[in-house]
């Protein structure tokens, strides 16, 4: 996955893994529809609590 995240970043987490995955699609990079890894997979992958990455695809499912 593609997706990395920066702590001290005054951006929230849920809202850099929603950019990204959003700017994946933009560039073509991740097709429309491709299967994110799971909630918890992503998590541990990022080393962040589960929830934040469960907001962050609950916004993109929210917003289509």
Do not use: F
Not at 6 to 35: H, W
């Amino acid at each position: 996955m593609l997706i990395q995240i920066v702590a001290g970043s005054p951006q929230s987490l849920y809202r850099q893994i929603t950019d990204q995955i959003r700017r994946l699609i933009a560039t073509e990079k991740m097709a429309v529809g491709s299967p994110l890894p799971s909630v918890r997979q992503l998590a541990k992958d990022l080393r962040i609590n589960p929830n934040t990455v469960a907001k962050a695809y609950a916004e993109l499912v929210r917003d289509g």
